[in-house]
């Protein structure tokens, strides 16, 4: 269209030389170069015009490109004969040559041998034009609206057609129309792959409120349906890569993501559990899950894990897939292999009893405590015996702790009063005086929960959850802080260090927080140490400054995310002032971003602990 | 004023003239208006031609016959009009008199431009039309009968100057208006382009090859960019044997270039040029433009800007002053209630109570008579048969399940694309219930698809129809093939690409226009073409029924749209005046205007009734591919090549929006079957959708803007735009309401 341009409309004219060269093709030389420039003007003329006639042929036929017959039509319109043999299915069929001084364009004629095209068999019939609806339109009644297309979108229509097209240029119109619904459904929008694109970056990338929102996302929107096989694969390869990598801080990220996977309503999960559940239990039985066994904190990420599981176990098991009893015998299996074989991580085996112990007291009952003793002697053996690996004697104390943690309750509620720490003795051996300090701590605790409503957890049903802890031990800063996210920092290190006395009435908790700051710095990294007690009621007055910050929201449309706050062992003066926290638990640094249902029977691991 | 109003008629007779000219006689419209199926009412309303235009318009024609020698039509012509021999001779010896001797002096043209500067100072108004049309028709018995002769156009360019002046003058001119006022210096900035174009079409005539290549490469790039086009066509064209044949040339020669300016600015223009004793420039302007002297304030540049852009400047504003009908015709009444309620009690309960109301509003509405309305007998229209009131109830009933549209609520949209069309799809168009697709393909075939379960059968062949029992109730349904049923047809006949396809309003019919210059009508029971209309000997670019069925009208490359009956082979109508060729053509919803666009960038409206232009709309930068006339008849819509969505009131013959957006030429435009909402389609792959209502509200009519015409655009374009659809790779070449508003768009998919 634009084949001349502004500055040159004037000038453009054929060269002489073309015309010498023609002349010549059809036998008239010495052309004398008057006549030349003359024939040239005259030529170029009339090339002109009938280009501008050819345009307005190009824009009826409503296109964008000028092709051969355009031009045929704009000679036939002054009364010329067309030129014939230009159907060229390039778009410049002219060649190129020079030499002798002289450059050509030339328009190659091969000599064509007859019998090669009537020996080839005939080139396939193209395709005869077909006329292409929304699927939809072709089967409901033509009138009817179709869809709501928001601004911007790209139509559902056109986004087929491509497919349509193509698969229809390969099998024909039928055969392209059939296989069309199960690869259209599979195909995500520009607008999906972006968001997914974006969902996933933000969920294991290194900024933490992004990772909130992508979450937050992730759990309410209701149009994931589409994405989510994409979600679940990704989930999926990404434990299984992180987990060979030890790569904790991703595996966390992964975890939460299918947390808000199940949060979601509008989700259903079933279909593509066999990708997430191997992907969960992956993450609570691992050998190892973090570079540093000694001093990261992969427990809680087995904690977190198990609790996903049974969430999941309640959520799907049906009769037909029978999801718990095939998890609870997975475990087992682990499990009983662990008894037998004294070799057996302790990593692999607090998982196994985590999986198994949230899946209910029920299985606690029939499949924990009946271990005990033996769990016991071992748990002996490595605190007692001879020094053994750092590594063991951690793993050792977190099954302890554990197995107390859970036992107790159940105990609690099983077994009749009074407690004696003889009998416990007797029957659970090593682990027995332990776990009957424990039982009265429960009882105490059952009792005390009789007459409050609120106990050791927290429930917070902001929206948005908005609660902020400060960093311990930096007293008094606390209260500039303004409520935010809670913030996983990148270099996620939590570390628990063990009780200064194996003999503790408490064992510490194992839960550990997630918890930051809002203000940006780059300190957010929490190491909660418990090593005496001194320290201890230093964290306990850093919280009392805190006081303010927690804050307790109730009455929230929907619970998003629970955070369940888990007690230290904390000063009384705390819990005198403390208007908003209930007396009998104690606020804490320690807030574990967990997201279990709180109820009654869920909570004994946290009420277990008391003020010394 | 009253001067100015002399002027105007004068130039009325010397338009028809030139009019004839470029059509070579072949047809004229008032000797046509004696054709068949139109003359009782034709008849009627030509006799009251006593509106002194249509006389003086009679009369000039008359006179032209006369010097032609022609006195058979000169006598046919007289008894048609019922003019007496003797009424006519006063009046044109009136109107030479009002030539106030121009006539005399202008055969020795080119004298003593002094004189003719102050016969021009005195009576300003009469001095346009003074040279052309005397040496023209003069001319025009010697010349050939029928081709227009281009020496005898080009003639008017013989006289000489100095070649080597011209730029001289060009700049002289250019630097003065630099210097006048702000206010002026946008309107006489008008006339630098139609000067430009005669100064070099000057030089070029009279062989000053270098000179012209150089002037043109001085000042082209001065001129406003909606002119390349032209621009690049003029700058071919570098030789004198060249204007032979160049339909261009003829344009600027035949035509006058319009120019609006103020009083106040021309006469500063005048001044100037009197002082400078610049005669080239002068006598360029007095033969070339028009210029439409008005009292008041000079327009701004953005004013201008609306309005220029068309091959021959603007639409002279006397042009736009005719009545336009443009009301709804009444709704003939249709025995509905009776047997639409039983059906309907047969059908549900709920329904009719519903429905009551409704229809009482709507029969207390028709029965009012619409005072813009034309008469319902203006033009004939064909009786409605049973089949058509029952598609009339059926249309009714669709109606009240109509989705209302607004802002909030858009429409949805349904794509249908043509698979494997290889670049070839030309047209689409959809019945008016939306249950066939016709599609035109550049292999000369017309397709036709049913997009409901019901397939597409034909009528079974003579002999087997005489076996039909023919009083069965199911006769209908015995005379039709189930052999033959298919979801798409093949029509065969044409010999070029099919460039316009239309449905008539009863299904029956489809109309195709080709590259082969003629109209088919196909019916579509038995899928066969019934007539070809040979007419055009060019390529015809687009065809339309009328929306009452059996009229329709057709334009194409030879510049002249043609009104056919259906069952006349022979045209009733042929509405010559456009440059260049016609592009799209539209009926109005009342069926008694017909609007085409054409590549000379205007838009005219034409009554069919009398073949008078009665609306000229400048304003395009590009030739106009789409038209679309809203539901209530009072507003109409055009695209162009430029991307740009002009809207209009028919009625004052004003613009009344600028919709900017699309990128390329839009094909595809489309009101909602209540008017609320725009649709555009493009070659760019988008759908737009444009706030109608707000566009038409925003603009505040006083009577001085619609007595001037200067309207003042508002910018907001973009806040009328309610949304933007991307295709694929889908160019929209065609767009289409349901009844239940919902939009249908057509294109072919471009792999």
């Given at each position: 269209m634009a084949e001349e341009r502004r500055p040159k409309q004037c000038t453009v004219v054929l060269p002489t030389e073309s015309m010498k060269a023609m002349a010549e093709s059809i036998g008239v030389g010495q052309l004398q170069e008057e006549s030349c420039a003359a024939l040239s003007e005259e030529v170029s003329y009339r090339i002109k015009e009938i280009a501008q006639d050819a345009l307005k042929f190009m824009h009826h036929g409503k296109r964008c490109k000028l092709t051969t017959s355009d031009i045929d039509y704009a000679l036939k319109l002054k009364n010329v004969e067309p030129l014939y043999g230009f159907q060229s299915q390039e778009f410049i069929p002219f060649r190129f040559a020079s030499g002798g001084g002289r450059e050509l364009h030339f328009y190659e004629e091969k000599e064509v041998d007859l019998s090669d095209i009537i020996n080839t068999p005939l080139p396939r019939v193209p395709l005869d034009v077909s006329l292409k609806a929304p699927k939809e339109q072709q089967k409901t009644e033509s009138t009817e609206p179709l869809k709501a297309v928001k601004p911007g979108q790209e139509e559902e229509g056109s986004t087929q057609k491509g497919q349509g097209a193509t698969s229809a240029e390969a099998k024909g119109k039928k055969d392209g129309l059939m296989r069309m619904k199960p690869r259209s459904t599979h195909e995500l929008s520009v607008e999906q792959q972006l968001y997914y694109k974006e969902i996933t970056e933000a969920c294991v990338g290194s900024c933490e409120a992004k990772r909130a929102e992508a979450l937050q996302s992730i759990a309410t929107d209701p149009g994931l349906y589409q994405m989510l096989p994409r979600f679940s694969t990704f989930i999926s390869e990404g434990v299984r890569v992180n987990v060979v990598q030890n790569n904790l801080a991703l595996l966390i990220y992964l975890m939460r993501m299918v947390k808000a996977l199940m949060d979601n309503p509008t989700l259903y999960l079933e279909k593509y559990l066999h990708e997430l559940i191997p992907a969960v239990v992956t993450c609570i039985v691992s050998k190892q899950l973090c570079l540093r066994p000694d001093v990261d904190n992969h427990w809680a990420l087995r904690d977190f894990a198990a609790r996903l599981m049974a969430q999941s176990c309640k959520t799907f098991s049906t009769t037909t897939n029978n999801i718990q009893s095939r998890i609870t015998k997975t475990f087992t299996k682990v499990y009983n292999n662990c008894w037998l074989d004294d070799k057996t991580q302790w990593t692999t085996r607090y998982g196994c009893i985590a999986g198994l112990s949230e899946l209910g007291p029920d299985v606690i009952k029939t499949l924990i405590l009946p271990r005990l003793t033996v769990e016991g002697a071992r748990i002996k053996a490595v605190s007692d015996g001879p020094v053994v690996s750092n590594i063991d004697k951690i793993g050792a104390d977190h099954v302890q702790n554990l197995l107390l943690k859970h036992c107790a309750s159940v105990i609690a509620k099983a077994c009749p009063l009074p407690d004696n720490v003889e009998q416990y003795r007797a029957d659970y051996g090593y682990l027995g005086p332990m776990l009957c300090s424990h039982v009265v701590k429960a009882r105490a605790q059952a009792a005390l929960q009789a007459q409050q409503v609120n106990r050791t957890t927290l429930t917070i049903t902001q929206p948005r959850p908005t609660l902020t802890v400060s960093q311990s031990g930096i007293g008094g800063s606390g209260g500039s802080r303004t409520p935010s996210i809670i913030k996983v920092p990148s270099s996620l290190t939590l570390m628990s260090t063990r009780p200064g006395t194996?003999?503790?009435?408490?064992?510490?908790?194992?839960?550990?927080?997630?918890?930051?700051?809002?203000?940006?710095?780059?300190?957010?990294?929490?190491?909660?140490?418990?090593?005496?007690?001194?320290?201890?009621?230093?964290?306990?007055?850093?919280?009392?400054?805190?006081?303010?910050?927690?804050?307790?929201?109730?009455?929230?449309?929907?619970?998003?995310?629970?955070?369940?706050?888990?007690s230290l062992p904390s000063s009384s003066s705390l819990e005198s002032k403390s208007g908003v926290l209930p007396p009998s638990s104690s606020t804490s640094p320690i807030l574990l971003e967990a997201r279990i249902k709180v109820d009654c029977s869920d909570s004994p691991g946290a009420s277990t602990q008391s003020p010394h | 004023m009253a001067a100015v109003q002399d002027g105007q008629l004068n130039m009325e007779v010397e338009k028809d003239i030139k009019t004839e000219i470029t059509n070579d006689g072949s047809g004229n419209i008032n000797a046509n208006s004696s054709s068949p199926g139109s003359t009782s009412s034709g008849g009627k309303s030509k006799s009251p031609a006593g509106s002194g235009e249509d006389q003086q318009?009679?009369?000039?024609?008359?006179?032209?016959?006369?010097?032609?020698?022609?006195?058979?039509?000169?006598?046919?012509?007289?008894?048609?009009?019922?003019?007496?021999?003797?009424?006519?001779?006063?009046?044109?010896?009136?109107?030479?008199?009002?030539?106030?001797?121009?006539?005399?002096?202008?055969?020795?043209?080119?004298?003593?431009?002094?004189?003719?500067?102050?016969?021009?100072?005195?009576?300003?108004?009469?001095?346009?039309?003074?040279?052309?049309?005397?040496?023209?028709?003069?001319?025009?018995?010697?010349?050939?009968?029928?081709?227009?002769?281009?020496?005898?156009?080009?003639?008017?360019?013989?006289?000489?100057?100095?070649?080597?002046?011209?730029?001289?003058?060009?700049?002289?001119?250019?630097?003065?208006?630099?210097?006048?006022?702000?206010?002026?210096?946008?309107?006489?900035?008008?006339?630098?382009?139609?000067?430009?174009?005669?100064?070099?079409?000057?030089?070029?005539?009279?062989?000053?090859?270098?000179?012209?290549?150089?002037?043109?490469?001085?000042?082209?790039?001065?001129?406003?960019?909606?002119?390349?086009?032209?621009?690049?066509?003029?700058?071919?064209?570098?030789?004198?044997?060249?204007?032979?044949?160049?339909?261009?040339?003829?344009?600027?020669?035949?035509?006058?270039?319009?120019?609006?300016?103020?009083?106040?600015?021309?006469?500063?223009?005048?001044?100037?040029?009197?002082?400078?004793?610049?005669?080239?420039?002068?006598?360029?302007?007095?033969?070339h433009l028009y210029i439409d002297i008005f009292d008041g304030m000079p327009r701004s540049k953005s004013q201008i800007d609306a309005m220029s852009g068309s091959l021959a400047g603007e639409g002279k504003r006397d042009a736009n002053k005719a009545k336009v009908f443009y009301g709804l015709l009444k709704e003939p009444e249709i025995e509905v209630p009776l047997d639409d309620e039983d059906e309907e009690a047969e059908n549900e309960e709920g329904k009719p109570k519903k429905k009551k109301p409704k229809k009482d509003s709507m029969g207390s509405k028709s029965k009012k008579q619409d005072p813009n309305a034309p008469q319902q007998t203006r033009i004939p229209l064909p009786e409605l048969k049973d089949s058509d009131k029952l598609d009339k109830i059926m249309n009714m009933k669709e109606a009240t399940k109509k989705i209302r549209l607004s802002p909030d609520n858009l429409p949805s949209i349904c794509f249908y694309s043509f698979l494997n069309a290889y670049q070839g799809l030309t047209a689409v168009d959809f019945t008016d219930d939306s249950s066939l697709i016709a599609g035109g393909f550049a292999d000369s075939t017309v397709r036709v698809w049913s997009v409901t379960p019901k397939k597409l059968r034909r009528v079974k062949s003579a002999a087997d129809l005489s076996n039909i029992d023919k009083e069965s109730d199911d006769v209908l349904e015995r005379i039709m093939d189930e052999k033959t049923a298919s979801e798409s047809k093949i029509l065969y006949g044409h010999s070029g690409p099919v460039y316009g396809i239309s449905f008539s309003p009863d299904r029956n019919y489809l109309l195709s226009s080709s590259e082969d210059g003629t109209v088919r009508l196909w019916s579509l029971q038995t899928f066969t073409c019934l007539v070809g209309y040979k007419g055009h000997n060019y390529p015809v670019w687009d065809t339309q029924f009328s929306p009452y069925g059996y009229y329709f009208i057709s334009g194409g490359h030879d510049r002249v749209a043609r009104l056919w009956a259906t069952d006349h082979y022979q045209p009733l109508r042929m509405f010559a005046g456009h440059l260049a060729d016609i592009t799209c053509t539209l009926f109005h919803p009342n069926s008694n205007y017909v609007a085409t666009g054409s590549a000379d960038r205007t838009i005219r409206l034409w009554d069919v009734l009398t073949g008078n232009c009665v609306r000229i709309l400048t304003g395009h930068k590009g030739p106009i591919h789409s038209l679309a006339f809203s539901p209530n008849g009072k507003f109409m819509a055009s695209g162009a090549t430029d991307g740009r969505v002009l809207l209009w009131d028919v009625g004052h013959g004003l613009m009344v929006g600028e919709l900017k957006g699309h990128s390329d030429t839009i094909y595809a435009l489309k009101f909602s079957r209540d008017g609320e909402i725009l649709a555009s389609g493009s070659m760019d792959n988008t759908v737009k959708l444009w706030d109608t209502l707000k566009a038409f509200d925003d603009v505040e009519l006083d009577d001085f803007t619609a007595a001037t015409g200067h309207i003042h655009l508002p910018e907001n374009s973009q806040e009328l735009l309610l949304g933007t659809y991307m295709t694929k790779s889908t160019p929209v070449i065609h767009l289409h309401f349901t009844r239940r508003n919902l939009l249908l768009a057509a294109g072919a998919y471009n792999p």
């Amino acid at each position: 269209m634009a084949e001349e341009r502004r500055p040159k409309q004037c000038t453009v004219v054929l060269p002489t030389e073309s015309m010498k060269a023609m002349a010549e093709s059809i036998g008239v030389g010495q052309l004398q170069e008057e006549s030349c420039a003359a024939l040239s003007e005259e030529v170029s003329y009339r090339i002109k015009e009938i280009a501008q006639d050819a345009l307005k042929f190009m824009h009826h036929g409503k296109r964008c490109k000028l092709t051969t017959s355009d031009i045929d039509y704009a000679l036939k319109l002054k009364n010329v004969e067309p030129l014939y043999g230009f159907q060229s299915q390039e778009f410049i069929p002219f060649r190129f040559a020079s030499g002798g001084g002289r450059e050509l364009h030339f328009y190659e004629e091969k000599e064509v041998d007859l019998s090669d095209i009537i020996n080839t068999p005939l080139p396939r019939v193209p395709l005869d034009v077909s006329l292409k609806a929304p699927k939809e339109q072709q089967k409901t009644e033509s009138t009817e609206p179709l869809k709501a297309v928001k601004p911007g979108q790209e139509e559902e229509g056109s986004t087929q057609k491509g497919q349509g097209a193509t698969s229809a240029e390969a099998k024909g119109k039928k055969d392209g129309l059939m296989r069309m619904k199960p690869r259209s459904t599979h195909e995500l929008s520009v607008e999906q792959q972006l968001y997914y694109k974006e969902i996933t970056e933000a969920c294991v990338g290194s900024c933490e409120a992004k990772r909130a929102e992508a979450l937050q996302s992730i759990a309410t929107d209701p149009g994931l349906y589409q994405m989510l096989p994409r979600f679940s694969t990704f989930i999926s390869e990404g434990v299984r890569v992180n987990v060979v990598q030890n790569n904790l801080a991703l595996l966390i990220y992964l975890m939460r993501m299918v947390k808000a996977l199940m949060d979601n309503p509008t989700l259903y999960l079933e279909k593509y559990l066999h990708e997430l559940i191997p992907a969960v239990v992956t993450c609570i039985v691992s050998k190892q899950l973090c570079l540093r066994p000694d001093v990261d904190n992969h427990w809680a990420l087995r904690d977190f894990a198990a609790r996903l599981m049974a969430q999941s176990c309640k959520t799907f098991s049906t009769t037909t897939n029978n999801i718990q009893s095939r998890i609870t015998k997975t475990f087992t299996k682990v499990y009983n292999n662990c008894w037998l074989d004294d070799k057996t991580q302790w990593t692999t085996r607090y998982g196994c009893i985590a999986g198994l112990s949230e899946l209910g007291p029920d299985v606690i009952k029939t499949l924990i405590l009946p271990r005990l003793t033996v769990e016991g002697a071992r748990i002996k053996a490595v605190s007692d015996g001879p020094v053994v690996s750092n590594i063991d004697k951690i793993g050792a104390d977190h099954v302890q702790n554990l197995l107390l943690k859970h036992c107790a309750s159940v105990i609690a509620k099983a077994c009749p009063l009074p407690d004696n720490v003889e009998q416990y003795r007797a029957d659970y051996g090593y682990l027995g005086p332990m776990l009957c300090s424990h039982v009265v701590k429960a009882r105490a605790q059952a009792a005390l929960q009789a007459q409050q409503v609120n106990r050791t957890t927290l429930t917070i049903t902001q929206p948005r959850p908005t609660l902020t802890v400060s960093q311990s031990g930096i007293g008094g800063s606390g209260g500039s802080r303004t409520p935010s996210i809670i913030k996983v920092p990148s270099s996620l290190t939590l570390m628990s260090t063990r009780p200064g006395t194996p003999t503790q009435p408490s064992p510490p908790a194992t839960k550990y927080i997630v918890m930051a700051t809002s203000s940006g710095s780059s300190s957010t990294q929490q190491v909660i140490t418990r090593t005496s007690s001194s320290v201890t009621s230093t964290v306990a007055s850093a919280t009392s400054t805190l006081q303010p910050l927690v804050k307790l929201e109730s009455g929230g449309s929907r619970p998003l995310q629970k955070y369940i706050v888990v007690s230290l062992p904390s000063s009384s003066s705390l819990e005198s002032k403390s208007g908003v926290l209930p007396p009998s638990s104690s606020t804490s640094p320690i807030l574990l971003e967990a997201r279990i249902k709180v109820d009654c029977s869920d909570s004994p691991g946290a009420s277990t602990q008391s003020p010394h | 004023m009253a001067a100015v109003q002399d002027g105007q008629l004068n130039m009325e007779v010397e338009k028809d003239i030139k009019t004839e000219i470029t059509n070579d006689g072949s047809g004229n419209i008032n000797a046509n208006s004696s054709s068949p199926g139109s003359t009782s009412s034709g008849g009627k309303s030509k006799s009251p031609a006593g509106s002194g235009e249509d006389q003086q318009t009679l009369l000039a024609v008359l006179q032209f016959l006369k010097r032609n020698k022609l006195t058979e039509s000169v006598d046919i012509l007289r008894r048609e009009a019922g003019l007496s021999a003797d009424a006519d001779d006063s009046p044109v010896s009136d109107s030479a008199g009002a030539g106030s001797g121009g006539v005399p002096n202008v055969s020795a043209d080119g004298g003593d431009a002094n004189s003719l500067l102050s016969r021009v100072s005195i009576a300003t108004p009469v001095a346009p039309p003074a040279t052309a049309p005397p040496k023209a028709t003069g001319s025009m018995a010697s010349g050939g009968e029928d081709q227009p002769d281009v020496n005898v156009v080009l003639s008017a360019y013989s006289q000489q100057g100095d070649p080597v002046l011209y730029p001289l003058y060009y700049n002289g001119l250019k630097k003065f208006i630099e210097s006048v006022l702000d206010c002026h210096r946008a309107e006489l900035s008008q006339v630098f382009y139609p000067l430009f174009v005669h100064m070099y079409l000057e030089l070029v005539y009279n062989n000053h090859e270098n000179e012209a290549k150089q002037f043109f490469e001085k000042f082209s790039g001065d001129q406003e960019c909606y002119y390349e086009e032209d621009l690049r066509i003029l700058s071919s064209m570098s030789k004198k044997e060249h204007m032979k044949g160049n339909e261009t040339m003829l344009d600027f020669r035949t035509s006058k270039f319009v120019l609006r300016i103020s009083r106040d600015s021309y006469q500063l223009l005048k001044r100037h040029l009197q002082e400078r004793q610049n005669n080239q420039i002068w006598n360029i302007i007095q033969e070339h433009l028009y210029i439409d002297i008005f009292d008041g304030m000079p327009r701004s540049k953005s004013q201008i800007d609306a309005m220029s852009g068309s091959l021959a400047g603007e639409g002279k504003r006397d042009a736009n002053k005719a009545k336009v009908f443009y009301g709804l015709l009444k709704e003939p009444e249709i025995e509905v209630p009776l047997d639409d309620e039983d059906e309907e009690a047969e059908n549900e309960e709920g329904k009719p109570k519903k429905k009551k109301p409704k229809k009482d509003s709507m029969g207390s509405k028709s029965k009012k008579q619409d005072p813009n309305a034309p008469q319902q007998t203006r033009i004939p229209l064909p009786e409605l048969k049973d089949s058509d009131k029952l598609d009339k109830i059926m249309n009714m009933k669709e109606a009240t399940k109509k989705i209302r549209l607004s802002p909030d609520n858009l429409p949805s949209i349904c794509f249908y694309s043509f698979l494997n069309a290889y670049q070839g799809l030309t047209a689409v168009d959809f019945t008016d219930d939306s249950s066939l697709i016709a599609g035109g393909f550049a292999d000369s075939t017309v397709r036709v698809w049913s997009v409901t379960p019901k397939k597409l059968r034909r009528v079974k062949s003579a002999a087997d129809l005489s076996n039909i029992d023919k009083e069965s109730d199911d006769v209908l349904e015995r005379i039709m093939d189930e052999k033959t049923a298919s979801e798409s047809k093949i029509l065969y006949g044409h010999s070029g690409p099919v460039y316009g396809i239309s449905f008539s309003p009863d299904r029956n019919y489809l109309l195709s226009s080709s590259e082969d210059g003629t109209v088919r009508l196909w019916s579509l029971q038995t899928f066969t073409c019934l007539v070809g209309y040979k007419g055009h000997n060019y390529p015809v670019w687009d065809t339309q029924f009328s929306p009452y069925g059996y009229y329709f009208i057709s334009g194409g490359h030879d510049r002249v749209a043609r009104l056919w009956a259906t069952d006349h082979y022979q045209p009733l109508r042929m509405f010559a005046g456009h440059l260049a060729d016609i592009t799209c053509t539209l009926f109005h919803p009342n069926s008694n205007y017909v609007a085409t666009g054409s590549a000379d960038r205007t838009i005219r409206l034409w009554d069919v009734l009398t073949g008078n232009c009665v609306r000229i709309l400048t304003g395009h930068k590009g030739p106009i591919h789409s038209l679309a006339f809203s539901p209530n008849g009072k507003f109409m819509a055009s695209g162009a090549t430029d991307g740009r969505v002009l809207l209009w009131d028919v009625g004052h013959g004003l613009m009344v929006g600028e919709l900017k957006g699309h990128s390329d030429t839009i094909y595809a435009l489309k009101f909602s079957r209540d008017g609320e909402i725009l649709a555009s389609g493009s070659m760019d792959n988008t759908v737009k959708l444009w706030d109608t209502l707000k566009a038409f509200d925003d603009v505040e009519l006083d009577d001085f803007t619609a007595a001037t015409g200067h309207i003042h655009l508002p910018e907001n374009s973009q806040e009328l735009l309610l949304g933007t659809y991307m295709t694929k790779s889908t160019p929209v070449i065609h767009l289409h309401f349901t009844r239940r508003n919902l939009l249908l768009a057509a294109g072919a998919y471009n792999p």
